[in-house]
């Protein structure tokens, strides 16, 4: 079985930073990209970032210059900091990860998600 864990959603001011972090643990035998995702109430998942198992990273375009995604393969975690935030980034927050498991088969996972809400 695998898990993937948020953490590090919260309440913040308009312009303020928070950092999130995912864990990915359990019967995993080879972990690819990993990524965040975020999705509003009535509105699709939309992407937020991703990043391979090499290091290259994809930003959606309106995250580009304010968030960075970086992972730790040792740790299989990846994280998103997040800077200069506005309230239009209120959002549930989702870890993904394109793995392959023990029984090596491959699909992607996903998070419980984390709330993280912007006042203005």
């Known amino acids: 079985q695998v898990q993937l864990v948020e953490s590090g959603g919260g309440l913040v001011q308009s312009g303020g930073s928070l950092r999130l972090s995912c864990a990915a643990s359990g019967s995993i035998f080879s972990i690819y990209a990993m990524g965040w995702y975020r999705q509003t109430p009535g509105k699709q998942r939309e992407l937020v970032a991703t990043i391979t198992s090499g290091g290259s990273t994809n930003y959606a375009d309106s995250m580009k210059g304010r968030f960075t995604i970086s992972r730790n393969n040792a740790k299989s975690t990846v994280y998103l900091q997040m800077n200069s935030l506005k309230p239009e980034d209120t959002a549930v927050y989702y870890c993904?990860?394109?793995?392959?498991?023990?029984?090596?088969?491959?699909?992607?996972?996903w998070g419980q998600g984390t709330q993280v809400t912007v006042s203005s």
């Open positions: 993904n990860a394109d793995l392959k498991n023990n029984d090596y088969i491959r699909r992607n996972y």
